[in-house]
């Protein structure tokens, strides 16, 4: 069974930054797509930035692109999200999810999620 363990996350005021980690803990794939997906109360989950780490495709959303980046710097099977200049809207819980086939948006073709962290953006 492919786990996911995330850390990171936490509070902050706008302007701040925080870093997020996923790791998986059971390589059974060769390459994944690994990324987040958030949800702030009241409104749907969204997806935020994913990595083929079979190829090393990004993906950021608009909303984030230029703040946000996605690093592997270690073992290809943990991700890092540096989030800079955080906003308040920013805020929400921020779940990793990792496919063995899938790299795009439709949270529903995610097979793993992991447990969700919360980060907070104060004004």
């Known amino acids: 069974q492919v786990q996911l363990v995330e850390s990171g996350g936490g509070s902050v005021q706008a302007g701040g930054s925080l870093s997020l980690s996923c790791g998986v803990s059971r390589d059974r794939y060769s390459s994944y797509c690994m990324g987040w997906f958030r949800q702030a109360p009241g409104r749907e989950r969204e997806g935020v930035a994913f990595y083929w780490t079979g190829g090393g495709s990004k993906y950021y959303a608009d909303s984030v692109k230029g703040r946000f980046t996605l690093s592997q710097p270690h073992a290809k099977n943990t991700l890092y999200l540096q989030m800079n200049n955080l906003k308040p809207e920013d805020t929400a819980m921020y779940y990793c999810?990792?496919?063995?086939?899938?790299?795009?948006?439709?949270?529903?073709?995610?097979?793993?999620w992991g447990q969700g962290t919360q980060v907070t953006v104060s004004s």
């Open positions: 999810a990792a496919s063995s086939y899938y790299f795009g948006l439709d949270r529903g073709l995610y097979t793993y």
